[in-house]
């Protein structure tokens, strides 16, 4: 989720940390939430959006250069993931969320409801809505 957000490996490891730090610190108060995860989901958020906020810097994944002649499976896969990543990267936010949330980190749709703090119905929407615009995409990329 991390580099979904913040789009940099090595920032999203230190956003990563910060959640971690905060975490530990409410360690006992986290044990008496109902949803602990979701607490993790939106401080994580909240934690990239300080990092946009501070440094006023966004980068995107359309400036990676995938061409390589020399190509094995293992570069066909990451170049799938980066191609996915891409796509992602145009959707909308909240489509975004929705569409990692579900499709990445396999959460239900009513736990996405609650991380995100939307309904279940524009869940639903938001998944349908990413999911018909990754069809096209792919479908332009043939």
Known sequence: MAYLWVKDREVAND???QVFEKAWVKKNDLESMDNPTAWMVKTLKNES???FRSTRK???LGDLDLEDPAKTDEDERTDRIQMVLRFMD???NKQREVFQLREVEGLTYEEIG???DIS???VKVNL???RQQLKVYLMGKK
Do not use: G, T
Request: net charge neutral; glycine share 0%; aromatic share 10%.
């Open 120 to 122: 279940l119905e524009q």
């Open 114 to 116: 609650s991380y995100l």
């Open 90 to 92: 145009k959707l909308p």
């Open 128 to 130: 349908f809505r990413a």
């Open 58 to 60: 966004i980068d995107s």
């Open 15 to 17: 956003v990563l940390q």
């Open 49 to 51: 959006m300080q990092h």
